[in-house]
Nanobody
Framework: VQLVESGGGLVQAGGSLRLSCSAS????????IGWFRQAPGKEREGVAC????????VYVDSVKGRFTISSDSAKVTVYLQMNDLLSEDTAVYYC??????????????????WGQGAQVTVST
């Protein structure tokens, strides 16, 4: 199983980035996919997740209205569109897969597989 993030980088505050998570070795429809982030000195936090069963989405309050999680039609890639970025969005972003795609996804679930992470840095 492999999850590979891409699309990170350096952006000015107020700008946008789109992260991609490409998965291999799993049946995508059986998994919910989540995006998590960890800033230096802080605990990892769940950002957003999407359920493969009904494409329902869950977001942490701090990104609602700014970030959008989506999956492509073939459901082999999940995206995180990040708009109106703030300095506090600076972190390493990870995608992860949680087995069990039935019903809404949960950021607090145990995620079985993780990517290597992508750095997002927002400058002021």
């Amino acid at each position: 199983v492999q999850l590979v993030e891409s699309g990170g980088g350096l952006v000015q505050a107020g700008g946008s980035l789109r992260l991609s998570c490409s998965a291999s070795g799993i049946i995508f429809d059986d998994y919910a996919i989540g995006w998590f982030r960890q800033a230096p000195g802080k605990e990892r936090e769940g950002v957003a997740c999407i359920s493969s069963s009904d494409d329902s989405q869950v977001y942490v309050d701090s990104v609602k209205g700014r970030f959008t999680i989506s999956s492509d039609s073939a459901k082999v890639t999940v995206y995180l569109q990040m708009n109106d970025l703030l300095s506090e969005d600076t972190a390493v972003y990870y995608c992860a897969a949680h087995y069990g795609a039935w019903g809404p996804c949960r950021l607090g679930a145990v995620y079985d597989y993780w990517g290597q992470g992508a750095q997002v840095t927002v400058s002021t």
